[in-house]
């Protein structure tokens, strides 16, 4: 039951925040979305280090002095498959009219969910790694601090779902289908939440590697994607105060309820 729960409640953030289609009448003030950017990204840093890094370390006590490998590693690889994701996959950020990835006919809806949910993937992991190491027994993982991860993922994915459903809407997508669109650029969290808990065999040995691959893929889309766009134009203040307040709220989870 916690395990279906902790898997559904990032899910539930993006579904809230797709929601705000029905009661916003205009595209969110770009201040207002630098600030949730600002936000999403020092939930996501935050949450990078506290929920999954450091686990990662102490996990592997073992190796003594080289007890940082694990973590290295893993948040090598993640760095790289997002970059990959990034060239292959097609896909639009908002406020931009060139697509990036491969050459693709795919609409331009379609191509701005995608961007989404490419960020999305290493959300989706995360809480699949950390919930699938909950349920192995693992004493570096409390149920308290699975549940502070997939909290703060959920308060982050609620300016994610806005910021995807009400432009959609402003450019002329009906509420319900904008609203849609924003459902589907989260759905591949609890999917990947799900296949990662359905390999827990497999997980197992490599956890440490697997948390710290979706901080270093975390980590790729706030410095790739979120911090420029929190950043640029006027107001980029806002951004930061954002990270501030996302990161502060977040770590405060994570201690408080570990």
């Known amino acids: 039951m916690n395990i279906a729960l902790g898997i559904l409640i990032p899910f539930i953030g993006t579904v809230l925040g797709a929601g705000c289609v ?83 006919s795919l609409k331009k809806n379609t191509m701005l969910v995608l961007a989404v949910t490419l960020h999305n993937i290493p959300e989706g992991m995360a809480v699949g790694v950390i919930f699938a190491g909950l349920a192995t027994g ?4 409390s149920v308290a601090g699975a549940f502070a991860l997939a909290i703060g993922i959920a308060i982050q994915n609620i300016p994610e779902g806005a910021i995807i459903s009400l432009p959609l809407k402003s ?6 289908k904008a609203f849609l669109y924003g459902i589907l650029s989260g759905i591949v969290e609890p999917i990947g939440a799900i296949i990662t808990i359905l390999l827990t065999s497999i997980v197992l040995p490599i956890l440490p590697y697997l948390l710290s691959f979706a901080a270093g893929a975390m980590i790729y ?29 977040m770590m405060t989870l994570d201690v408080a309820l570990s």
Do not use: C, Y
């Not at 949730?36 to 686990?55: C, D, T, Y």
């Not at 693992?138 to 993982?141: A, E, G, H």
């Not at 450019?171 to 319900?176: A, H, I, N, V, Y």
């Open 138 to 141: 693992s004493s570096d993982i």
């Open 22 to 104: 029905f009661f916003l009448k205009n595209r969110i003030k770009p201040v207002v979305q630098k600030g949730l950017l600002g936000f999403a990204s020092g939930v996501m840093v935050a949450a990078a280090v506290w929920s999954l890094l450091i686990p990662a370390i102490d996990m592997s006590e073992h190796m003594g002095k080289f007890s940082f490998v694990p973590a290295v590693v893993g948040f090598a690889v993640g760095i790289a498959f997002l970059l990959l994701m990034d060239q292959i996959v097609p896909h639009l950020h908002l406020g931009s009219e060139d697509p990036e990835g491969i050459t693709s």
């Open 221 to 249: 889309v706030v410095v790739e994607e979120l911090i420029p766009e929190a950043s640029e134009g006027d107001h980029s203040n806002i951004g930061t105060i954002g990270f501030a307040v996302g990161f502060l709220i």
């Open 171 to 176: 450019e002329g997508t009906s509420r319900k």
